[in-house]
């Protein structure tokens, strides 16, 4: 769900908790507002490494605001963050360098404190080391606000009930279609498709798309923008998944979840004729 959608329902919670006359409204809209200033900086940082990773032709303007990175240091990041825990020869593989480059790049990283390593034991041969990102990595992907929602979504429930939240999401995915659905038209499910995968990456998401066969296509979400809420709220999926059927216009079924503990949230699409 789009970054925009969020603060979007920040200013619909604290209009429900106004029109109810609930004492905690002008302590809510306060932490809103104070929160969203702290966040408009650092959301400018992540925007920075948004772009980097989605625009790989603006690497070397990205950055020159990232001082601390250098455009070989992201991109192993980047490969860690889409596949997983790997060697240095198959990060090496991936990348089209030599082993000797990434080896200097994992241990500077590592100094960093932004990746982990394990050790994977083989039948024969000596174990290989495995290279993971860091809990402290994650900071450098997006990553919005999850505790003020849950916070906010917490007393919404225990004020005003369960069904207040659900119209919340609800009403999030219905101004998220709204919003994009202009960006379908014209569009056969393929392009569609590769739309909300290019809309997805702009929330940061890190979405692609690619086709299965003559009928259905896969979208994948590398990142998980807003996990910390996902983790304990379910609503936001169910609408992230229903805000897809309805500007793909297809049968949309999700078969792995980051939340669940899945290294990605990835998705089947169908043409909503099949069965």
Not at 83 to 112: D, F
Not at 140 to 155: A, H, K, T, W
């Amino acid at each position: 769900m789009a970054i925009s959608c969020f603060f979007d329902t920040f200013g619909s919670i604290i209009g429900i908790y106004a029109s109810h006359g609930s004492s905690v409204t002008y302590v809510s809209a306060a932490l809103f507002l104070g929160f969203a200033k702290k966040y408009d900086s650092e959301f400018n940082q992540y925007s920075k490494l948004i772009t980097l990773l989605n625009t790989p032709q603006a690497q070397d303007q990205t950055m020159k605001s990232l001082n601390s990175m250098t455009p070989a240091q992201i991109r192993i990041l980047q490969y860690l963050k889409r596949v997983g825990a790997s060697t240095p020869k198959q990060i090496a593989s991936s990348l089209e360098v030599t082993p000797m480059a990434v080896h200097h790049q994992l241990a500077v990283l590592k100094e960093l404190g932004l990746l982990a390593t394990t050790l994977e034991r083989r039948r024969a041969g000596r174990p290989s080391c495995l290279y993971s990102l860091s809990d402290e990595a994650q900071t450098f992907f997006p990553n919005e606000y999850g505790e003020l929602v849950q916070r906010l979504l917490r007393s919404i429930t225990h004020v005003l009930g369960g069904a207040t939240v659900e119209g919340v999401f609800t009403q999030m995915k219905q101004e998220a279609v709204v919003k994009y659905a202009p960006r379908m038209v014209g569009k056969n499910l393929e392009h569609r498709v590769a739309e909300m995968a290019k809309i997805q990456s702009e929330s940061g998401y890190m979405a692609e798309s690619r086709r299965l066969n003559d009928n259905s296509f896969e979208l994948t979400e590398h990142n998980c923008a807003i996990l910390q809420v996902a983790r304990n709220c379910s609503q936001t999926c169910e609408c992230e998944l229903t805000m897809m059927q309805e500007l793909l216009g297809a049968t949309v079924s999700r078969k792995d979840h980051i939340a669940k503990g899945d290294s990605c949230c990835r998705y089947l699409i169908q043409p909503a004729s099949s069965p």
